[in-house]
T-cell receptor, first 113, second 111 residues
Framework: NAGVTQTPKFQVLKTGQSMTLQCAQD?????MSWYRQDPGMGLRLIHY???????DQGEVPNGYNVSRSTTEDFPLRLLSAAPSQTSVYFC????????????FGQGTRLTVV | TQLLEQSPQFLSIQEGENLTVYCNSS?????LQWYRQEPGEGPVLLVT?????EVKKLKRLTFQFGDARKDSSLHITAAQPGDTGLYLC???????????FGGGTRVLVKP
C-alpha cells in the first residue's frame, strides 16, 4: 500500500522557471491538500480539494495553481518560480478534512536560485 | 499571525524529565489533532481530540482539549530520546474546510 506518493523528492529551479510537483494517493480519499513548510513556520496551507473537480485556496496560494481531475492525483504547479518559494512541500490526503487522519507524503525539497 | 500558536518553539530536556507543549488559539475548533514529524519525513498523526475537556492518553503521552475547544496541550512523562521530533498541532472547523497547523514545537531529549 503506497499511501501518498510525491515526486520529485528534490528539485532545483532557476528564478522564472515553472514546474509541477506531483502527488498521488491510492486510498480513495476525497480530501487532498498541499502545504509548504519553512523553518519556524510549521505547515502553511497552499491549496486544497474536497473532491475531484473542486479546489480552493489556502493561506498562501499566490504563485501556485492546482487542479483535481481525478480522485487520485493532485498536482501543484509553480507558475514562475521565485526564491521566496524555496521550501519543503508536503501533499496530504484524508477521508475528510476533520476528525480523520491526514496522511502525508515524504515531501519535496525545492530550491529556487 | 497564525491561527494556532504553539509554545515553546523549542524544548531541550534530559531523558526522564517531563515536558508540556501548548497549542493556543482565539478561535473555536471542531477538533484538534497532534502530529509528530521526524527529519526528512511527513507528519504522522498521534491523536485527535473532539470533545471540550477531553483527555486522551497514549502510553507516556497525555493530550488535553480545552473546555472551550480553543486550546490543547501535550504532556510527555519521563521523556525518552525516541520522543525527539517536531510536534505539530492542527485544528479543523475554525476556517472553513481547512486543517490549519500551528508553528510546531521542536523537542530534543538528550540521553
Amino acid at each position: 500500500n503506497a499511501g501518498v506518493t510525491q515526486t520529485p523528492k528534490f528539485q532545483v529551479l532557476k528564478t522564472g522557471q515553472s514546474m509541477t510537483l506531483q502527488c498521488a494517493q491510492d486510498m480513495n480519499h476525497e480530501y487532498m491538500s498541499w502545504y509548504r513548510q519553512d523553518p519556524g513556520m510549521g505547515l502553511r496551507l497552499i491549496h486544497y480539494s474536497v473532491g475531484a473537480g473542486i479546489t480552493d485556496q489556502g493561506e498562501v496560494p499566490n504563485g501556485y495553481n492546482v487542479s483535481r481531475s481525478t480522485t487520485e492525483d493532485f498536482p501543484l504547479r509553480l507558475l514562475s518560480a521565485a526564491p521566496s518559494q524555496t521550501s519543503v512541500y508536503f501533499c496530504a490526503s484524508s477521508f475528510a478534512y476533520m476528525n480523520t487522519e491526514a496522511f502525508f507524503g515524504q515531501g519535496t525539497r525545492l530550491t529556487v536560485v | 499571525t497564525q491561527l494556532l500558536e504553539q509554545s515553546p518553539q523549542f524544548l531541550s530536556i534530559q531523558e526522564g524529565e517531563n515536558l508540556t507543549v501548548y497549542c493556543n488559539s482565539s478561535s473555536v475548533f471542531s477538533s484538534l489533532q497532534w502530529y509528530r514529524q521526524e527529519p526528512g519525513e511527513g507528519p504522522v498523526l498521534l491523536v485527535t481530540v473532539v470533545t471540550g475537556g477531553e483527555v486522551k492518553k497514549l502510553k507516556r503521552l497525555t493530550f488535553q482539549f480545552g473546555d472551550a475547544r480553543k486550546d490543547s496541550s501535550l504532556h510527555i512523562t519521563a521523556a525518552q530520546p525516541g520522543d525527539t521530533g517536531l510536534y505539530l498541532c492542527a485544528g479543523a472547523g475554525a476556517a472553513g474546510n481547512k486543517l490549519t497547523f500551528g508553528g510546531g514545537t521542536r523537542v530534543l531529549v538528550k540521553p
